[in-house]
């Protein structure tokens, strides 16, 4: 769902498929928080709310710039509530630089948040032993930095920290720390594509990880288009050449807009990833029975280091390594 936000958002005009993506992700963020209290798993819940401020900033963000460009307060087809109503009529661009205000701060709530769930927080108390953080990292690899992070799903948890600086980067206008954050979670991303090619039955996270890393290219290329070229510029572009952007732009907007057609590619093929991931897993692992052996059996029933069975290449485990794995989507 964040995904398809993200990818509408790059593309300026995709109004209602941004906007319902991204209320969906929110109202999913939120069952997060309530499935994590109710199954008691209290470190999870810390991080979902850290996801669920970071992914309502970039909404904010994003309601700012589409509603500066897509709104017209004088069609009877828009239902606008009245606080959004009075701030548009202000001004578009004081509506956009009102709300990206209010998103920086936001965002800088859920950095901090974020980093109190990684540095802090298990200072004060250890819940994973309970029932259910073992049940959902009994499959998984072992963490890097095993002297701070106690399981694969802290680990994680970096990298969705390491997400959040760099996004909250791009929303404060750092062209510096934002190449930082983009450097560290890049590299972070590669890593754990490493580790989860390195173990097996490790077939699901390592499929939405090839997604991410997709996912930060498109992330990149966008806001480097922004900040460098859109942003500076700002005064210079005429704004028909904002209007009519489209994913395939004419060769007059190429100059301005190269980042947000880049990113849009990224981002397509980000979106088959998972789909094709999802296709396999429909035809194999629900409509066809999975074939189970154990991997030290030899033979025909022998699996590979991925999980997949020699035979009939079906997965030999598919369940998501913890709460946050949902919230990639």
Request: proline share 5%.
């Amino acid at each position: 769902l964040w995904l398809i936000k993200d990818w509408s958002w790059s593309q300026l005009h995709w109004f209602w498929p941004g906007m319902i993506s991204g209320s969906l992700a929110l109202l999913h963020g939120l069952f997060l928080i309530v499935a994590a209290l109710f199954v008691g798993a209290i470190s999870e819940s810390l991080v979902a709310i850290g996801l669920f401020l970071w992914l309502f900033a970039n909404y904010w963000w994003m309601i700012g710039e589409f509603w500066q460009y897509e709104i017209d307060l004088d069609s009877p087809k828009w239902v606008i509530p009245k606080g959004f109503e009075q701030n548009l009529s202000q001004g578009r661009d004081a509506f956009y630089d009102k709300q990206t205000e209010e998103a920086k701060i936001l965002s800088m709530v859920a950095l901090v948040w974020l980093s109190l769930v990684v540095f802090v927080f298990p200072l004060c108390f250890n819940d994973r032993g309970s029932k259910f953080i073992r049940k959902i990292t009994y499959r998984t690899p072992p963490p890097r930095f095993q002297l701070w992070f106690r399981d694969w799903i802290e680990y994680e948890t970096l990298h969705v920290l390491s997400w959040s600086f760099k996004d909250t980067m791009w929303i404060w206008g750092s062209v510096a720390g934002y190449s930082i954050g983009f450097i560290i979670t890049l590299v972070l991303t590669v890593d754990i594509i490493w580790v989860l090619w390195s173990h097996s039955g490790q077939w699901i996270d390592l499929f939405h990880y090839f997604a991410v890393s997709l996912w930060i290219f498109a992330n990149g290329v966008w806001a480097i288009g922004e900040l460098m070229l859109e942003s500076p510029n700002e005064d210079i572009i005429p704004d028909k050449a904002w209007e009519d952007y489209s994913f395939i732009p004419p060769p007059s907007e190429i100059t301005y807009f190269w980042g947000r057609n880049m990113a849009g590619y990224f981002f397509l093929f980000a979106t088959l990833d998972i789909l094709c991931f999802y296709a396999y897993w429909v035809c194999f692992a629900k409509i066809a029975p999975p074939f189970r052996s154990s991997p030290n059996v030899s033979g025909s029933g022998e699996t590979d280091h991925l999980g997949f069975s020699a035979v009939v290449g079906q997965p030999e485990a598919l369940e998501p390594s913890g709460l946050t794995e949902l919230a990639i989507i």
